[in-house]
């Protein structure tokens, strides 16, 4: 009788102790939300606001953060419908944190739990930054907001200017707005108008080479690795060269590698760096502010092409495809491009281990045969 009373009542325990610890996350957004608003000086639910945070995806100490979404919400008036709650995709060590900012000023302020509460505040305005980029390199290399600034920045400063909301998830699952991203959404976005689905139909891509492009792809067209999808496929810088600005191959089949109709598309990345006034050189220096700067412009710039990405996206060939002959192309060892007479093997080969195998066994092989020739006619 005494041991049922002493387990029932640790039971009791552990079970009223459950809820306490759920109340708490609700209490850590709702508490970070209050905070925002504060030093932001703007009212709960003023659409001036944007909430970013990596809360359901972060654990602390292995317990789930995803009350918090609810608590900071409740606090500062912003949701998912509402477009201004983003939940940003992070992996579950990174700690968890969460970004106020406010359009109209430009002002930002990040709270990171890990588990000491840091904050800090920063003015991100796009302008700001473009017109005087020294400056905010100084905070960028400071990590003024702990590695998580170009996130902030890139997805907060489209959302200011009205990126659609196709674009605010795929921002959510790439955790951050590039042009390779953007590249992504106008691709989807000219499948459907040339290469669009038929009831009972889907797109199997194969993403080669693959680039940020490709994660747009999947939010937009649920054309996901996992559900074969989309194979995923390099190519070396030799093969790049010879196919500059390719994007992919897109299939449309109504069955898991069936028949279909495939396009091999491109992307003008010269024409997008004309356009926006942006050197591509930029795009590869990390050492200097040059790499955010060139993104954050040319990312405000492809704003006004959304829908246009004919603009950017071309169809090199259509041609339709057997259930055998769709399977090879995302069959692991097949190069697609070699396999559709893009490109030849001597480009695949060239400059490979067994090239040079072959070669220096040649040179080997001749030196042993002149020897041993040169050998007997001495002898003779
Ligand atoms: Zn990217």
Redesign the pocket.
Known sequence: MRWRIIVSSILCLILAALPVYAMDMYSVGYDAGKKGLEYLNISKGDPNLLVLTNAGYSTIESEETVLAIDGVSDSTGCTIGKENLILVHNNELKPLWFAFFRKDTGDCVYIEYSPEEYISKGNIKAELLLNNPEEWQKKMKSKVFHGNEFSIVTISSLWAIGAPYHLLKSAEF?N?I?P??ISGYMIAKYLEKNLPLRKGEKYQIIASPPW?KDDAIQIMLDSTVGKRGMSVKQLSKLQQKSLPNFAGIYIRTSKTYGEGDAAVLKFDWDKAAKLCDVNRSYFKDFKSYKWWWARLKMNICLMSYLDKPEEFVSTVKTFHLSADQHYKLHTAGVNPYEELGFIKGYIKEKGSSWTWTWICAGICAGLVVGFLVGYFLKRR
């Open positions: 790439h951050h590039c390779g991203l940020c």
